[in-house]
């Protein structure tokens, strides 16, 4: 699963604007006070977590990413390889 997390401060409906304009139809949570960011150790914008089944962090990462890349779906696929032993 793929979850969006913003810091906007526009809030929902500029989070939503966007969503739709870019096509992105995976959930986004609205962290305007940056709670969840700050838990998580965000530093920059975009930063990308990838979190296993367990809850752990398991790799992160900070700019832009080409989630549709071969070689990141490469990447994800050794991930989640590695996770169901």
Known sequence: MMLSIS???GGLPAVQR???KNGFTM???VDAKMETARQFGARGVPTTFIV???GL???SGYGSVDFDAPAFRTYLQAL??????
Do not use: K
């Open 7 to 9: 810091i906007d401060g």
């Open 52 to 54: 296993d089944r367990q």
């Open 27 to 29: 959930p986004a949570l």
């Open 80 to 85: 989640l390889g590695s996770s169901q032993g």
């Open 18 to 20: 966007y969503m739709a």
């Open 57 to 59: 962090i398991v790799a």
